[in-house]
């Protein structure tokens, strides 16, 4: 049951930190085209409030299953970029804060994707799958 729910998660966890970066990549054309830029606002809040249960669930049941701490630092790393992203959105200067947004969401989706992939390996690794 362990497994599946781990595997649920990190499949979950890849799906919705590849929107994330997908968002940020279209986010620059999106704004010339949205009637109204709040709503880009609570989307990014909407993001990090699925982003960090998965993620943190998805981590611990990992670590709880192959011990392997450099997964967590890429779990970690990537929340602590996506949190910290948060305010810099909000900074006086606009163009430098959407600038600094994108990069430090992107970055740390990169990071939430890096470690749910390599949580994922080492499952199947557990499972007896081939694991190069």
Sequence with gaps: ???????LLDKLGIGISFICILHCFLTPVLLILAVSIGFWAKLHVLFLL???PVTILA???GYRH???TN???LFGIGL???IFAEPVSGMVNYNYSIIADISLTS??????????VFNHKRQRCELG???N
Excluded at 109 to 115: A, L
């Design 71 to 73: 997964i967590l630092w």
């Design 107 to 116: 970055l740390g989706g990169g990071f939430i994707i890096t470690g749910h």
């Design 59 to 61: 981590a611990w049941l």
């Design 129 to 131: 799958c081939h694991c």
């Design 80 to 82: 602590l970029l996506l």
């Design 50 to 52: 699925l982003v960090i």
């Design 1 to 7: 049951m362990k497994l599946s729910l781990l595997k």
């Design 66 to 68: 192959h011990q392997n």
